[in-house]
Structure formats: structure tokens, C-alpha cells
């Protein structure tokens, strides 16, 4: 893939606040890397960004920066959002966090295969501590 393709494929996703998956592969794998859970494939994705974004949290990425190589691309962001389900085992708490994080996508065919994401749990269990 060409630089071009990759900041083509990968900023369609970003820019879609994540409900756009239609660039990713069918057998998309993310890996959150503080665990080594990983997420495989399109339906278990879909699941898990909406539980993310809309049943644990309202939230949303603040984008600090992009870069885009033939098949890769790093995206460093804070998530930003309100907690109100539960979340790594931290109860509803209705409080606003802000966590620095980044995902790392690797490329293919015109399509994303892979993404490691990055989140700062230690910041995010110190912003919700009582």
C-alpha cells in the first residue's frame, strides 16, 4: 500500500468517530495491550466499540497527532468521556475522565487488519478513584 492509501483508509475510520468499519477486514484483530485481550473480527468489534463508547462511557477521541507509513499508521489521542457503565471493574460513577492513549493499525488490500491499542489504565484508575 502506498502512504497515500494508508492516511486514505485509516483517516476514513478515525474521522467516522468510530462507526464507520466498512475499511476494516473481515478477520480484523485489535489487542489491547495492556491485557492481550484481543478482539477478533467484524461483529465482536462493532460490540465492543459500542460498549466503549456508548454503554460504558459517552465518548469521544481528541486526536493529537497521525502518521501514516505504506501499511501502518499510529494514532496518538486522549479518550475523553463520561463514565456512566461499568468499566474494568470500576462501577458507574457519572465522572468525566481523560486518557491519554494510542493505536498502532497495520494495513493490507486497502483494509485494516490489525490495530494495538494503547490506553493508559493507570491514569484512567487514578481519575476515578473516590
Do not use: W
Amino acid at each position: 500500500m502506498s502512504v497515500e492509501s494508508t492516511h486514505e483508509v485509516v483517516s476514513k475510520y478515525l474521522d467516522s468517530d468510530h462507526y464507520n468499519l466498512s475499511m476494516m477486514a473481515e478477520d480484523i484483530v485489535f489487542t489491547n495491550m495492556a491485557t492481550g485481550d484481543e478482539t477478533h473480527g467484524m461483529e465482536n468489534l462493532k460490540e465492543i466499540l459500542n460498549y466503549i463508547y456508548h454503554k460504558a462511557f459517552d465518548a469521544r477521541t481528541e486526536s493529537k497527532f497521525r502518521i501514516y507509513s505504506d501499511s501502518n499508521a499510529a494514532f496518538e489521542a486522549d479518550f475523553v468521556g463520561k463514565l456512566f457503565g461499568e468499566f474494568v471493574g470500576v462501577p458507574t460513577i457519572n465522572k468525566e475522565v481523560r486518557v491519554p492513549s494510542c493505536v498502532v493499525y497495520d494495513l493490507g488490500d486497502d483494509k485494516i487488519k490489525r490495530a494495538r491499542i494503547y490506553f493508559e489504565i493507570p491514569v484512567f484508575f487514578d481519575q476515578v478513584k473516590n
